[in-house]
């Protein structure tokens, strides 16, 4: 009898025709259950099938892992190393057998919404908006995670906010030269990952920040300290960043935009019918980080708006014309894992042009993510479009996040650089 494939297990769970409480028929392969019952026991990208590559076979899923992700498992065969693999899905698209695909953490979330009633909340990437339907706005799809059984959702744009000004703090106070240079920690767990793992003589350049899905997982359940956390987004590689030793107590489980999509058909839930409730907490600046350039874009208005704001402090200082042009914000962006490589490098070789980069793992950064449902370009108009429609521009313009800065304990927007808890991690 031919096995069916993975695809076909997971579609035939969410469709019910396959009961959890019953022995699995043996048409299916009982570990890809486990796969689908214990995602966080396997790396973010799962095999199959038996590998197909043996002996001088040129293995081009293993050549396409930058990470080193991929060994031998002992029977001339390849396994997936889950303590190495980001989750960047090269290998998939290179693995010629299609024996290689995405984990999904469908089945482990949605049982812990269901238990946690009340205390559950949805973690929404700055990439969401347009995902689930032109019909769809935030406040319809805030209806549908709460039919779902979610106590409510949050736009991880908001965090990104408060990344932002964080960002620029650490820009303004430490680039005070045309030799010096920061490299953004925001966002994209595959563009710090190539820091952390290949690139470490840069990471003195990297500010010790956690990125926006960190930052409000953690402030979710710092004010709300029994919740669970599911982060709804287009990137695979956001799997493997929140199981990370030193930053797991922020989310517990994290869906693709696929996924999510796939659960709303399940429950036969249909966001566009749903009503509004409408929230909108983040500035232009958080939205933005979705599409690559935002988050430079963000960071340069941020630090042009506290130069404006200290601008007697920087006349009394007689700051010379070269310092001022220092300290202010040339980007350079990169996105897809062979343009971050080059750009790396680049600038290992100190040629500089430019004082702050920003790399994005995937090509159009999170709009290019692999699990997003909308085509890039059309995905980076949508966040162009909700960006335009923010009623603030940048972090420092929006009241929200003051107020949640303030119930956090935090009294001026320069106590993030003394913040030791919330939102920062050594990458050391």
């Given at each position: 009898m031919k096995k069916k494939s993975f695809d076909e297990l997971y579609r035939d769970i969410l469709r019910q025709k396959i009961s959890l409480r019953e022995p699995l028929p043996p048409e299916y392969d009982p570990s890809q259950l486990d796969c689908l019952l214990h995602p966080e026991r396997y790396a973010p990208v799962i095999c199959t099938g038996d590998c197909g590559c043996s002996g001088s076979y040129e293995r081009a899923c293993e050549n396409s892992c930058v990470f080193d992700a991929i060994v031998e498992d002992g029977n001339q065969g390849l396994r997936i190393d889950?303590?190495?693999?980001v989750g960047c899905e090269a290998c998939i698209a290179a693995c010629e057998n299609h024996n290689l695909t995405a984990s999904r953490d469908v089945l482990p979330a949605m049982r812990a919404v269901r238990q946690k009633q009340g205390q559950a909340y949805?973690?929404?990437?700055?990439?969401?908006?347009?995902?689930?339907?032109?019909d769809v706005t935030p406040g319809k799809l805030r209806s549908a995670f709460l039919a779902l059984g979610f106590s409510g959702m949050v736009e991880v744009a908001l965090f990104a906010d408060i990344l932002t000004m964080k960002?620029?703090?650490?820009?303004?106070?430490?680039?005070?030269?045309?030799?010096?240079?920061?490299?953004?920690?925001?966002?994209?767990?595959?563009?710090?990952?190539?820091?952390?793992?290949?690139?470490?003589?840069?990471?003195?350049?990297?500010?010790?920040?956690?990125?926006?899905?960190?930052?409000?997982?953690?402030?979710v359940k710092r004010l709300h300290p029994d919740a669970v956390t599911v982060f709804v987004g287009p990137c695979m590689a956001k799997k493997s960043e929140a199981r990370e030793a030193d930053i797991a107590d922020a989310v517990d489980y994290v869906l693709t935009f696929e996924e999510m999509a796939d659960?709303?058909?399940?429950?036969?839930?249909?966001?566009?019918e749903l009503p509004e409730k409408k929230k909108e907490?983040?500035?232009?600046?958080?939205?933005?980080?979705?599409?690559?350039?935002?988050?430079?874009e963000a960071v340069a208005e941020t630090v042009r708006q506290l130069r404006m704001e200290?601008?007697?402090q920087v006349k009394a200082e007689q700051v010379t014309s070269g310092q001022e042009k220092a300290r202010q914000v040339t980007s350079r962006q990169a996105d897809g894992v062979p343009a971050c490589r080059e750009l790396l490098e680049r600038i290992?070789?100190?040629?500089?042009?430019?004082?702050?980069f920003e790399g994005?793992?995937?090509?159009?950064?999170?709009?290019?993510?692999?699990?997003?449902?909308?085509?890039?370009?059309?995905?980076?108009?949508?966040?162009?479009?909700?960006?335009?429609?923010?009623?603030?521009?940048?972090p420092l313009e929006n009241p929200f996040v003051m107020k949640l800065m303030e119930r956090l304990g935090f009294e001026t927007v320069e106590e993030l650089l003394e913040d030791e808890e919330l939102f920062v991690r050594n990458f050391d």
């Amino acid at each position: 009898m031919k096995k069916k494939s993975f695809d076909e297990l997971y579609r035939d769970i969410l469709r019910q025709k396959i009961s959890l409480r019953e022995p699995l028929p043996p048409e299916y392969d009982p570990s890809q259950l486990d796969c689908l019952l214990h995602p966080e026991r396997y790396a973010p990208v799962i095999c199959t099938g038996d590998c197909g590559c043996s002996g001088s076979y040129e293995r081009a899923c293993e050549n396409s892992c930058v990470f080193d992700a991929i060994v031998e498992d002992g029977n001339q065969g390849l396994r997936i190393d889950p303590d190495k693999c980001v989750g960047c899905e090269a290998c998939i698209a290179a693995c010629e057998n299609h024996n290689l695909t995405a984990s999904r953490d469908v089945l482990p979330a949605m049982r812990a919404v269901r238990q946690k009633q009340g205390q559950a909340y949805a973690l929404v990437a700055p990439a969401f908006f347009g995902q689930f339907g032109e019909d769809v706005t935030p406040g319809k799809l805030r209806s549908a995670f709460l039919a779902l059984g979610f106590s409510g959702m949050v736009e991880v744009a908001l965090f990104a906010d408060i990344l932002t000004m964080k960002e620029a703090l650490e820009f303004d106070r430490h680039i005070n030269s045309r030799e010096d240079f920061q490299l953004t920690s925001c966002c994209c767990p595959v563009w710090i990952a190539m820091i952390r793992r290949v690139y470490r003589e840069l990471i003195p350049h990297v500010p010790g920040a956690v990125s926006p899905m960190i930052a409000a997982g953690r402030v979710v359940k710092r004010l709300h300290p029994d919740a669970v956390t599911v982060f709804v987004g287009p990137c695979m590689a956001k799997k493997s960043e929140a199981r990370e030793a030193d930053i797991a107590d922020a989310v517990d489980y994290v869906l693709t935009f696929e996924e999510m999509a796939d659960i709303f058909a399940a429950a036969d839930i249909r966001p566009q019918e749903l009503p509004e409730k409408k929230k909108e907490h983040a500035s232009r600046a958080g939205r933005i980080y979705a599409h690559t350039g935002g988050v430079s874009e963000a960071v340069a208005e941020t630090v042009r708006q506290l130069r404006m704001e200290d601008s007697g402090q920087v006349k009394a200082e007689q700051v010379t014309s070269g310092q001022e042009k220092a300290r202010q914000v040339t980007s350079r962006q990169a996105d897809g894992v062979p343009a971050c490589r080059e750009l790396l490098e680049r600038i290992q070789r100190g040629e500089l042009e430019a004082n702050f980069f920003e790399g994005m793992g995937c090509v159009g950064g999170c709009v290019g993510g692999p699990k997003a449902i909308l085509p890039r370009e059309e995905g980076r108009k949508n966040v162009e479009r909700y960006g335009d429609a923010a009623s603030y521009r940048t972090p420092l313009e929006n009241p929200f996040v003051m107020k949640l800065m303030e119930r956090l304990g935090f009294e001026t927007v320069e106590e993030l650089l003394e913040d030791e808890e919330l939102f920062v991690r050594n990458f050391d």
